[in-house]
């Protein structure tokens, strides 16, 4: 087990003009597990293959248990990887799948042995070890390629988007299982994806990564509640967070035609690049229907509802000089409504205008100019 460590790790592939990845610090502690997070293309790849020794660093330093791995063979470095396509070997058996690697380093027959009925027996494949891959369900098949890797009895787990080629259903049963497997084996693990319902639910800590560059590490529960720019608050979440930019007017934001109170200290770190202008966010279960005089909530033109059974969301433009036509200029989407969860018995309907009021404690604030939190 080891802990790892990227210290101002930069990546620029040749021919690009930007690095992929960007002066990188990232601790992973021992026995963590660590989600690696961001859109596609932002990265994550390039940082994990420059963990396994399969990407040269061209600037900074990979520790991997306090020794300095960066320019060491992929071999040497202790470390175990499951890729999307975990391609299996379709005329050799479970057993020799798993072993596989152990053969080739020359591992002795028993202790190959002895080593994959343990896996085996943690993956729930021991009654399988016999079978070729095709008579295999597509679950079954990712838990030999998992169990490649514990064979293997590594330092690090590296893991790029394991779970990309299995349904839905599947997605959801293998990542509890990969999650607790984790926990169970206390390998230090990087687990790579562009999803973040995994990253919430599988890490200890969630690192969230674009354009390659680091934005946020945290516990899920952090970057949920407190997201450190906008990026995050927009990325974090499903349905995602409402942000628009309002103007600022007498301490306060004029949404559509109505102002909501702000916090003091949070407008006091506006600067004049700012342009009076406040990035006010807000996620869908922290606003809720207010009464039509209610002095801090504002205007919305329902134009859609959705009745989930548990759950209903209404989602609506922002009221602006009576009419719903020109909605305050949203960051990250221009075309994207307001998303409100409300009591599914009580939703309104299409066409009504109802007045929306944002709980005060659960507010994200950022300014427009560097789009970094203020409160
Ligand atoms: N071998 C390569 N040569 C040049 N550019 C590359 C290479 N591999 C990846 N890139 C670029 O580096 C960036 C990050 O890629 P990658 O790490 O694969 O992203 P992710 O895994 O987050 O989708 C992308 O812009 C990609 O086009
Ligand atoms: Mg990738």
Redesign the pocket.
């Known amino acids: 087990m080891a802990e790892v460590v990227f210290d101002h790790v930069t990546?620029i592939?040749?021919?690009?003009d930007k690095p992929?990845?960007d002066d990188l610090n990232l601790d992973i502690k021992d026995g963590e597990f660590l989600v690696l997070v961001?859109?596609?293309?932002?990265?994550?790849?390039?940082?994990?293959?420059m963990l396994a020794g399969l990407?040269e660093v061209n600037k900074g330093r990979i520790l991997i248990g306090g020794k300095d791995v960066t320019t060491m063979q992929p071999k040497d470095r202790d470390i175990a990887m499951v890729f999307q396509n975990y391609a299996l070997y379709p005329h050799m058996t479970v057993a020799d799948n798993m072993g596989f690697a152990l053969k080739i380093a020359g591992t002795p027959k028993d202790e190959i042995r002895k080593r994959v009925e343990k896996a085996a027996e943690i993956l729930d494949l021991t009654e399988y070890l016999d079978r070729k891959p095709k008579a295999l369900s597509g679950g079954q098949r990712q838990r030999v390629a998992m169990g490649r890797a514990i064979v293997r009895e590594p330092k690090v787990f590296l893991m790029?988007?394991p779970l990309s080629n299995l349904d839905a259903k599947l997605r959801v049963q293998t990542r509890t299982q990969i999650a607790a497997l984790q926990r169970q084996l206390g390998v230090t693990t990087l687990y790579?994806t562009?999803d973040q319902t995994e990253a919430l639910t599988m890490g200890d800590r969630i690192a969230v990564?674009k354009l390659?560059i680091l934005q946020q590490v945290g516990a899920p529960t952090e970057l949920y509640d407190r997201p450190a720019n906008v990026f995050v608050a927009g990325f974090i979440g499903s349905p995602s967070m409402n942000l628009n930019t309002h103007p600022v007017v007498n301490g306060k934001a004029k949404i559509g035609e109505d102002t909501v109170d702000l916090p003091k200290e949070a407008v006091a770190k506006l600067t004049a690049e700012d342009g009076n202008k406040i990035v006010v966010g807000f996620r869908p279960e922290d606003a809720s229907l207010a009464t039509p005089d209610d002095p801090n909530a504002f205007s919305l033109k329902v134009v859609n509802v959705e009745d989930l059974g548990s759950d209903g969301y209404i989602y609506g433009n922002i009221i602006t000089d009576g009419s719903a036509a020109e909605a305050s200029q949203v960051m990250s989407d221009q075309n994207k409504l307001t998303t409100i969860r409300v009591n599914p018995r009580a939703l309104p309907k299409v066409g009504d205008t109802v007045k929306i009021k944002i709980d005060p404690s659960k507010m994200h604030l950022f300014a427009p100019s560097t789009e970094l939190r203020l409160n």
């Open positions: 990546r592939y040749p021919g690009n992929s990845v961001g859109p596609s293309g932002c990265g994550k790849s390039t940082t994990l293959r990407e790029d988007e790579v562009h990564i390659g």
